[in-house]
C-alpha cells in the first residue's frame, strides 16, 4: 500500500501536483468518459493521443493513486481504475462555502452553454468507487458507518436503521421518509459491509431494482489512519440510479471523515 502520511498541506500537494501534468489530467477525463478502465485500456487511449505507452501510463496511474484521484479495484487478473474525486471535493469545500459554490457554478453552466460543447451519450460503469484516507479506528469507522446518531450528522440528515445481521434488512430514514432501504449481505465488524442498495427517492432509481455497496476498512501505512473504500457496484444497467448516487458518495464520505476527525458533521 503506497506509503501515506495524514499532512493536509501534503495531500493538498499530491492532488495539485497529479493535476499539473496533462496526461494525468487525460486519464481522469478518460475515466470520467467511462470509469473502470484497465491499464491497457489507458494505455492504448492515450498513445492514440500521442501520449506515452503502457510503462508510461503505470507511471502516471501511480501517481494519481498516490494523491488518491485513482482507485484500483482487482477483478481477476485485471485491475479497474476508477476515478476518486473526493480529493478534489475537499479542495473545493476548503475555499467554497454554500453561497460562493452557487455563484461558481452558475458561471461554469452559463460558460459551457455559450461554448455549445458537443458531448458523447454518457455511458454507465459497471460500478462507483471512492476511497478515502481517515484519522480513526476501524471500530470508530464501523460505528460511523452503521450507527445512526452519526449518520445522521453526514448522511443527508438520515438515521440509518438495522440490527446488522447478516439478512436483515436496513434503511435510511428522514422524518418520515425511507430514502434508502436493502438487505445486509455481509457484516464483518469492524473491516467490511455489504448490502444491497434501492434509492426510494427517486421513482426511476427504485424501479431499476437494487444494486450493491461495499464498505472496505483498511490499515494505512501512517499510524491511526485507515482508509475507507465504497464500492457501489452492479450499475451498467441502472443509469438511474447511478445518476442519483455518482456525486453523493463523495459528498458522503467526505462528511464522515470531517465528522470523525473534528466531531463536527456537515451532511444534515
Not at 114 to 120: F, G, I
Not at 144 to 155: C, E, I, N, R, S
Not at 210 to 224: H, L
Request: with cysteine; charged share 20%; glycine share 10%.
Amino acid at each position: 500500500m503506497t506509503n501515506r502520511s495524514h499532512n493536509p498541506a501534503m495531500d493538498d500537494e499530491r492532488v495539485f501536483g497529479a493535476l499539473a501534468d496533462p496526461t494525468r489530467r487525460r486519464i481522469l477525463d478518460l475515466l470520467f468518459e467511462r470509469d473502470g478502465r484497465t491499464l491497457g485500456d489507458l494505455a492504448q487511449a492515450i498513445a492514440a493521443g500521442g501520449g506515452p505507452g503502457r510503462f508510461g501510463a503505470m507511471k502516471h496511474l501511480r501517481v494519481l493513486e498516490a494523491a488518491s484521484l485513482v482507485s484500483a479495484v482487482r477483478a481477476g487478473r485485471e485491475k479497474h481504475h476508477y476515478l476518486n474525486p473526493v480529493p478534489i471535493r475537499r479542495i473545493h469545500d476548503r475555499w467554497l462555502d454554500k453561497f460562493t459554490a452557487g455563484r461558481a457554478a452558475a458561471l461554469l453552466t452559463l460558460a459551457t452553454n455559450l461554448e455549445a460543447r458537443p458531448m458523447s451519450n454518457p455511458v454507465t460503469p459497471p460500478s462507483h468507487v471512492v476511497a478515502i484516507y481517515i484519522r480513526a479506528t476501524p471500530e470508530a469507522i464501523w460505528q460511523a458507518l452503521t450507527d445512526p446518531a452519526f449518520t445522521v450528522q453526514y448522511y443527508y440528515g438520515t438515521a440509518v436503521e438495522s440490527d446488522w445481521q447478516e439478512g436483515s434488512p436496513y434503511r435510511y430514514v428522514g422524518g418520515d421518509e425511507v430514502s434508502i432501504e436493502g438487505t445486509v449481505i455481509e457484516a464483518a465488524a469492524p473491516r467490511r459491509l455489504v448490502t444491497t442498495f434501492t434509492a426510494c427517492w427517486d421513482e426511476a432509481a427504485a424501479a431499476e431494482g437494487p444494486s450493491t455497496v461495499t464498505f472496505e476498512i483498511e490499515d494505512s501505512d501512517a499510524p491511526g489512519v485507515c482508509r475507507l473504500t465504497v464500492t457501489h457496484s452492479e450499475l451498467a444497467d441502472k443509469p438511474a440510479t447511478f445518476g442519483q448516487v455518482a456525486g453523493g458518495w463523495e459528498f458522503i464520505a467526505s462528511g464522515l471523515k470531517t465528522l470523525l476527525e473534528t466531531g463536527t458533521g456537515f451532511g444534515g
